[in-house]
Structure formats: structure tokens, C-alpha cells
């Protein structure tokens, strides 16, 4: 009986490097080409560029293939069960980094079964170089970057956000993978907030730091990222100058932009009502957003509407009337926003307003309940969480650290241990 050889891709192009795994998979036998599912891609950190079906023929034109299968988790577990391959074939270049997980998955699923992983040297060559970089290159494109988020949230459970100022916390962001709970897992999208932006620069968080400075922030990020971003655009200011603000951003690429209901001077929500703070009415916040809808120019891009009810303790059936009157003038989403410790009042928001809108994403920015479990957030119907500024708040704690250790010790040897070597940093950075 003919034996079988199984090898999984995922992979929107097939190339030199990907054959040569074909070619030594037929000398074993009969070989059986997986194509990882698109959610499990993205997982993977590799977001698919085109459809699981031609990601299926291109495997399936390729003449050393017998038979294209589809593997839905990124472990073999289930595809060593139910295909019982006698080899699996794969490059050795997983041997290090959360991918060795997956090839201890599958060392520990061969050993039950009797099979045997055959690990091809990585092929490394400048044409394959090449096209891995047009790859990335087509996700960097506007086009492909502002609907990404829209097919995220068809794609998996919670889309996890995180805060960036720069272009180095873009490639943190991008490129951070752990191995959790049987599978790999990142960051699905950038936040750029008015908070951590003017943080940055020196400045207090009152929209002082201009859209054109916030322009440049996105543009340093977009620069050497591929995942969507969300703006935090504060109120949005004037209605004709948010219209003008939002065709700049879809231009750009950016995915979706939150304005909150807010008005006057822009005070930091986590100061509640410690500090004067208006509330736009519901009115103008709702032509606010129609007119920022009828001026777009693709369906890709995403107005989310934030509203403060919580936050000024107006109470749920308030912030629940501005839900339906946001909704009703064309928010794509809507973010819920507290300042308690707990993430009660957020899930009775959550509970109530996906009773009536099952489809319409909502947002949540657990900063100051961060207990909560993004499990806990998903059981509520929270599509879209942010983790706002905890890089931000991470990161000043350890330079201050360092700039008293200097000053005490007038030398840096003693806080040498707490530093990470530069080399590690600049192995985030990709060669031109």
C-alpha cells in the first residue's frame, strides 16, 4: 500500500523554497498538500491576500500534489488523526520561536501514531527573499490594509488591538507571537490614540497635538507595518474639518477612525467628572458621523462611534438612546467606554445593545477594569478589544529607572542587567 507524505502551507504564493517540500515529500509516497484555514492564518500571523479556494488550486495545480486538504487548527492533532500520514514534511526552519510549538504538536502526534516528521533544510535564496517582500509589500498597500479590519472581524473571535506611537512599537506590534493555550497568537491590530501620541511628544492630552503631527505618527507606523490601525481622532473637532480629516485617512490606508461625543476642550475620559466635561447632543454627534459616512469614499473604512454616558455617569439608558441614534446615523461600530474597576456596567451596555444590534461591532478599552478576560469580553459581544496604553505606561517606569541608576551611580553598569541588548532590538527592523 502506497504510504502517504502530508506537508500544510500557509502561503498566498508558492515559490522555489515551498516545491522543494513537494519534491522531497513524493519521494515518501503518495503526498497529501494541507492549506491552513484562514482564521488559523491570522493566528499565524500571516493574513491571507486571497481566498482559502485559490489558495486551494494553486496548491493543487502544483504536479508533485495528489490532493489538497483543508487543516483548520494550526496544531496537526486533528489532521494526524483523521489522515494518519506517515510522514510529515516540513522545513527546519521552526525549530526556534513559538513555531516549535507546532513541531513539538507534531513530534508528540507522530510518536502516538507510529509516523515519522521528515525537516527539509530552509531554502534561503534572493528570489525567494523577493517574493516573500512583494508579499508583505501588497499588505502595506491602502488598499489592502484599510479593509483588513472588516474581514477581521468575519474572522476571528475578539480582534486584539494594541497601542502604538512610532515605528518601533509598529514592529513590536507586528511582530510579537506567543505560543497560548495550543496555538499561536498576536496582536490583530494598531491603536494610535491622542493620549499616547501627546504623551510622546511632551504635550498634554486637550487635542493640542494637530492632525497634521498625528498624520506623521500614522505615516512612521505605516511605513514598516501590514496590520489595520485605529485613530483615536479625540471629538473629531468640527464637523466640515473631521469630513476633510476622514477622506486624508482612507487615503492613507487607515481602517477606522473613533471620535467620541464629546465637545468643547477635550479633557482625558479616565478623569470622569473630576474635571468639567461636556457631552455633545445627540443630534449634532449624529450628523457628525452621517456627514463623515456620505463623504467616504470606499466601504472599507469605519467610523466608530464613542459615547461617555458611563464615563459621566449619565447612566445606561442614556449611553443605550445614543447607541441606537449613532447606529441609526451610520457608525459602523460602536466603543463603550468606562472608568470602573469592574466591567459590570460595560456588559450590561454589551447585553442590552446586542440584543437589538446582533451585527454591529462593539468596542471595548479595558484600562481601567483590566481583569477582565477576553473571554469574558467575547461572552458579552465585545468584537474589538484595546489595550491603549500599556506600552506607553510600561515603558516610562523602566527609563526612569534607568536615568536615576545613572545619575546615582554615575556610570551605567548597574543597570546593564535590566537592559536588553541593542542587537535584539534592531533584529525587529527589517533589511531594505
Known sequence: MQKTAYACFCTDIIHDGHRNILREAKKYGRVVAGVLCDREMVRYNRFPTVSL???????????DVDEAIVQDTI????????LHPDFIVHGDNWRGGPESAIRQNVLDALHKSGGEL????????????KIDERVREKLTMPEFRRGRLKKLLA??????????????????????????????????????????????????DIELVDMSSRLRTIDDVMDVTTKPIILDADTGGLIEHFVYHVHTLERMGVS???VEDKTGLKKNSLFGTEVEQTQDTMEHFSEKIRAAKDAQRTDDFMIIARIESLILEK?????????????????????????KKEPNEVFAFADAFKKVHSD???????????????????????????YANQLTR????????????ILSHHRAKEIDAELMPFKEIIRLIDDI
Open 75 to 82: 496544531f496537526y492533532d486533528r489532521i494526524v488523526e483523521t
Open 315 to 339: 447612566g445606561l439608558e442614556d449611553a443605550l438612546a445614543r447607541a441606537e441614534a449613532y447606529v441609526h446615523a451610520g457608525a459602523d461600530a460602536i466603543m463603550i467606554h468606562s472608568r
Open 394 to 405: 510600561s515603558a516610562f517606569p523602566a527609563m526612569e529607572r534607568t536615568a536615576k541608576s
Open 155 to 204: 474572522l476571528v473571535p475578539i480582534v486584539k488591538t494594541i497601542e502604538v506611537t512610532n515605528g518601533l512599537t509598529g514592529l513590536l506590534a507586528e511582530k510579537t507571537v506567543v505560543e497560548h493555550a495550543g496555538g499561536l497568537d498576536q496582536f490583530d491590530a494598531m491603536w494610535i490614540s491622542s493620549l499616547c501620541d501627546s504623551t510622546a511628544k511632551g504635550k498634554p
Open 256 to 258: 477606522a477612525v473613533i
Open 118 to 129: 521528515i525537516e527539509v533544510p530552509y531554502t534561503f535564496n534572493p528570489s525567494i527573499k
Open 360 to 386: 454591529t461591532p462593539l468596542v471595548a478599552v479595558p484600562t481601567s477594569y483590566s481583569s477582565v478576560t477576553e473571554a469574558e469580553l467575547i461572552a458579552h459581544g465585545i468584537n474589538i478589544v484595546i
Open 53 to 63: 479556494e485559490d489558495r486551494i488550486a494553486m496548491l493543487e495545480a502544483e504536479p
